[in-house]
């Protein structure tokens, strides 16, 4: 830290603990005790109000900031961008605008069509809403359903938690919209919960996408137009999809017309390695892409819903029709600091390689986790792919009876505590809230990745002996 602050800093705690009002926080601790807030980022490191050190080891507590903090090159691109035109609404295009979809069309191969807004939730808000009026021009007003999956988690706002696949985020924010159906998860490590203890490998992963069959003729082939899965599934508990399940998911999307819409709100833009997407992993044709955290590292607001060219010329069959194109607009998808931003963003992945450097940190921590988990009984399962990892916490790995949350908690305190900043799922599935979360930025070294590891190595054998 450079030690400069403009603040006086106890004005600042003051007026935090007098005025904010924290994202997903209880705040009758701060009655009595300084709620942490971040004073600055530099590569891996962050700095709080006290000048103490931390590792980030998720990267901004959210998946989001995958080159690092304090990222000249971007900065200085949105300044200049910000200089010359700070916003104009996008019905009309933007340099920015144009660039980056061209270089993130460049990326993947099938889409096309690159739809601006500003967070995650309204990103796949807009595929919702592409796929009812799709459902209307196309099928008559039916098709109106769209399936998402146990566990998944596809953003805040209302409709976004109608396809929310997680009980304890959704409790007490109901009544839902309608026509949001759920389907299983395919956690091969809970593989019980399914009914497919029995199964394991690509049989499992064959049965496990069915299960999403079963759903879709108990509903009527002909009232489903979308399906909306994240490609590894994140807050829910790091679930890699099995061996088998994805090949058999777009075929049962291909078989009923169901249009396949991938959350890459976590995945994209690079965070489970090689590849820039989790999808493109999987051999997935989706129909749309969503994306937010990483496009532009948290550097400025941007989240894109990109689509084929297919859904796109659904929306433009008839230019005498008012009703006819997508009616939606999004204020802050104008913004153009956000696509002068994820340009920058995108370019220092490319110059620096951290493509590769996720995939090889990822094998790396993978391993370690591996290890950890040889050593304590208490870990059950390790699971993910690149720098996106989690380790299942279980109190017998017989019956897998999940740890308390409060030991959860405690491991993610105590490395906070020794300065690394790991994250926990959270709020999320009831009584299953016990997954440690790891998602530290493309740029993470071996010497960082031993850290975080060798840090909560000595946490598990201070909390659970
Ligand atoms: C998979 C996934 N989709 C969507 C969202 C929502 O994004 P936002 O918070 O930007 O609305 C999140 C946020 O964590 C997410 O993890």
Redesign the pocket.
């Known amino acids: 830290m450079d030690g400069n602050l403009d603040n006086d800093i106890r004005a600042v705690v003051d007026a935090d603990r007098a005025h904010v009002w924290h994202h997903l926080t209880q705040h009758k601790p701060f009655e009595t005790a300084d709620p942490r807030i971040i004073i600055e980022g530099k590569g891996m490191r962050v700095w709080d109000q006290n000048g103490k050190e931390y590792l980030d080891a998720v990267s901004g507590g ?2 989001t900031v995958n080159v690092g903090y304090g990222r000249a090159q971007i900065a200085d691109a949105v300044r200049d961008q910000l200089m010359k035109l700070c916003y104009f609404a996008q019905s009309a295009g933007s340099i920015p605008g144009a660039m980056f979809a061209e270089k993130l069309i460049s990326k993947m191969p099938g889409m096309s069509r690159v739809y601006y807004t500003n ?6 808000e807009k595929a919702f809403k592409m796929i009812r009026q799709i459902a209307h021009k196309k099928h008559g007003g039916k098709k109106t359903k769209i399936l998402y999956r146990d566990r ?6 209302l409709a ?1 938690m109608s396809a929310g696949g997680q009980d304890e985020r959704n409790a007490q924010y109901g009544p839902f919209a309608p026509d949001f159906v759920r389907v299983p998860h395919c956690m091969e490590y809970r593989k019980e919960e399914l009914g497919l203890g029995h199964l394991s490998g690509r049989e499992f992963g064959i049965a496990a996408a069915n299960l999403i069959e079963e759903v879709i003729l108990r509903e009527g082939p002909e009232t489903v137009g979308g399906l909306c899965l ?1 490609p590894v ?3 829910g508990g790091v679930i890699t999809p099995p061996e088998g399940y994805w090949e058999r998911v777009q075929e049962i999307c291909k078989q009923y017309d169901i249009l396949l819409h991938i ?5 994209g833009i690079g965070r489970t390695g090689n590849n820039w997407f989790g999808y493109q992993h999987y051999g997935i044709k989706p129909d749309f892409v ?1 994306m ?2 990483g496009v532009a590292s948290g550097y400025a607001a941007i ?1 894109i819903c990109v689509t084929t060219e297919e859904v796109f010329e659904a929306f433009k069959s008839d230019a005498t029709d008012k009703m006819d194109h997508f009616r939606d607009i999004s204020t802050f998808g104008g913004c153009v600091a956000g696509p002068a931003a994820a340009l920058e963003n995108m370019k220092i992945i490319e110059d620096e390689g951290l493509l590769e450097n996720c995939a090889a940190m990822g094998d790396r921590m993978m391993a370690n986790l591996q290890a950890l988990m040889a050593k304590h009984d208490i870990i059950g399962d390790v699971r993910g792919k690149g720098l996106f990892l989690g380790a299942e916490l279980v109190k017998d790995r017989a019956s897998k009876e999940p740890v308390d949350e409060k030991d959860v908690a405690a491991v993610v305190a105590e490395c906070g505590a020794n300065g690394v900043i790991i994250g926990a799922s959270n709020r999320s599935i009831p009584g299953r809230n016990n997954v440690l979360c790891f998602s530290p930025a493309l740029i993470v070294t071996a010497d960082d990745v031993d850290l975080i590891t060798d840090t909560v190595d000595r946490a598990l054998t201070k909390v659970f002996g």
């Open positions: 959210v998946w967070s995650g939730s309204e990103a796949n998944d988690y596809h953003g805040s706002t976004a994240e599934t994140a807050g959350d890459e709100v976590v995945c969503t937010a955290k989240a």
